[in-house]
């Protein structure tokens, strides 16, 4: 049935573990499962209005009764904005397993150390999370977030004294260490590897075809 399913709907056969993974979660609770009903409405309607605020809202609560480290970045938008973004890693008490939840996301127009800081602490204070609970922070290590005068981490270490010292994200220094190791290579290796995996999707698409 879950085959036929996804040849009638045109989907790639990479989702059947995908599926069948969230079947098995939605059937734990069949009482809500079977009273299940879904409008045509458009997905970022539903994200948006529906699912996005349920989440933010049972983050925030878990954050209020947890330990919980910041994983902090910027990206550029699609907009040419630069957005920060925080992610938290923490144990939640509900599912009882360590789990990694977007928890907030800001577009500055400049970026430095002293606006990423007031806008942590003001979201931290607006949504009544003590700042004793923030054990640790995860970043880059550019002279904003990692300067030792006047670092994003620095100013945020002065109010949260008790946080663990863990080196930055292991993430970046992995890339560093890579994008270190390749530049005697002159990008040979990283064209090499993009080949390989537009090799790889053509071949899936034929497979799924």
Same mark, same amino acid.
């Given at each position: ?18 599926i069948?993974n ?17 409008a ?37 938008s699609?907009?040419h ?7 938290? +890693? ?26 990423l ?12 999370? +003590? ?8 970043c ?6 990692r ?21 930055g ?13 390749l530049? +005697? ?5 990283e ?19």
């Amino acid at each position: 049935m879950l085959v036929s399913f996804i040849a009638q709907h045109s989907l790639p056969f990479t989702l059947i573990p995908h599926i069948i993974n969230l079947s098995q979660e939605l059937s734990k609770d069949y009482k809500v499962l079977s009273s299940l009903s879904m409008a045509a409405c458009t997905a970022s309607y539903k994200l948006n209005y529906g699912l996005a605020p349920y989440i933010s809202s049972s983050v925030i609560e878990e954050l209020q009764n947890s330990s919980f480290s910041i994983n902090v970045d910027e990206c550029m938008s699609n907009a040419h904005q630069k957005v920060f973004s925080i992610l938290v +890693p923490y144990y939640s008490e509900k599912q009882k397993l360590s789990i990694v939840q977007h928890y907030k996301s800001k577009a500055f127009n400049v970026v430095n150390a002293k606006t990423l800081f007031d806008y942590v602490k003001d979201v931290l204070a607006k949504d009544e999370i +003590p700042l004793a609970n923030l054990i640790s922070n995860l970043c880059d290590s550019t002279n904003y977030m990692r300067g030792k005068k006047a670092g994003f981490e620095t100013l945020l270490r002065n109010h949260a004294v008790h946080m663990l010292d863990i080196d930055g994200d292991t993430c970046h220094h992995m890339h560093n260490i890579v994008k270190k190791f390749l530049s +005697p290579f002159e990008k040979y290796i990283e064209y090499l590897c993009s080949d390989i995996h537009n090799d790889m999707n053509g071949v899936l698409i034929c497979a799924d075809i």
